[in-house]
């Protein structure tokens, strides 16, 4: 697959220009403008390369801790399965980022407190190992 650098490019540089005024919370999921990265990261797709993220720690009201999703199951300590109308999603802890709000786009849904609390404690068994 050939990675479009140029097209993400031009796409990080307004995406920094737009002032975003919405409020963010631990335990949502937006999809989020992750671009074209580098090797084995997760990329995003789409015109905005894009992809579905946890937010799973709010440092400020700017600043958090995201977890990228994907629709496909997997086992492991990296991943965290959960179930949403439904359907099978999927937390891929080991991809977890710094991001800012100004790459997030519309809020999709919102976790339970009961699966939130899995994955974060999924989260930090994996980075204490």
């Known amino acids: 697959m050939e990675k479009d650098f140029d097209k993400w490019n031009n796409i990080k540089k307004s995406t920094d220009n737009e002032n975003r005024s919405i409020k963010i919370r ?3 999921i ?5 671009g074209v990265n580098i090797g084995f990261e997760m990329l995003g797709k789409g ?3 894009r992809r579905p993220v946890l937010i799973l720690k709010k ?19 990296w ?5 949403h109308e439904g359907e ?3 937390v891929i802890l080991n991809q977890a980022r710094l991001l800012d709000k100004k790459r997030l786009e519309e809020k999709l849904y ?3 407190e009961a699966d939130l609390k899995k994955i974060k404690e999924a989260f930090c068994k994996l980075i204490l190992l």
């Open 79 to 83: 991943f965290m399965n959960f179930t």
């Open 59 to 77: 440092f400020s009201a700017d600043v958090f801790l995201g977890c990228p999703l994907t629709s496909k199951k997997h086992d492991g300590s």
């Open 30 to 34: 937006r999809w989020c403008r992750i």
């Open 110 to 112: 919102e976790l339970n």
């Open 47 to 49: 015109q905005t390369f």
């Open 88 to 90: 099978i999603r999927c």
């Open 26 to 28: 631990e335990g949502e």
